[in-house]
């Protein structure tokens, strides 16, 4: 049976590693840690919560937070790269209707 301090080692862990990859995750591998974290932060904490000192609740707060700020990061790596697709496609339309005779006329 798991401990309470399993508990928060494996969510450190998990948390370090997500935080060390991340960078070169998948949507799949993103899919994967967010059922990991939601087991994390749900199932697995509810067993825990009642036991745990006021140092590890707000260790553990402070690992969730952290989680879900690497989350809104790399939700920003991907606007910030799909608005960049969409400039270069803006710049090759107008380019292309540039090119059309018929419209210069």
């Not at 036991?51 to 402070?62: A, C, F, R, Y």
């Not at 700020?69 to 790269?81: C, F, H, M, R, S």
């Not at 960049?84 to 018929?102: I, N, P």
């Amino acid at each position: 049976m798991e401990s309470k301090k399993t508990y928060i080692s494996k969510f450190d862990e998990f948390v370090s590693k997500t935080s060390s990859n991340c960078k070169d995750f998948t949507e799949k591998d993103w899919a994967e840690a967010d059922s990991t974290f939601a087991h994390l932060e749900n199932d697995d904490l509810k067993k825990w919560k009642n036991e745990l000192t006021p140092d590890e609740s707000k260790h553990i707060n402070e690992l969730k937070g952290k989680y879900y700020a690497l989350k809104v990061k790399d939700g920003l790596i991907d606007l910030k790269n799909g608005l960049k697709d969409l400039e270069e496609q803006g710049e090759s339309f107008v380019k292309e209707l540039g090119l059309d005779s018929t419209l210069n006329k």
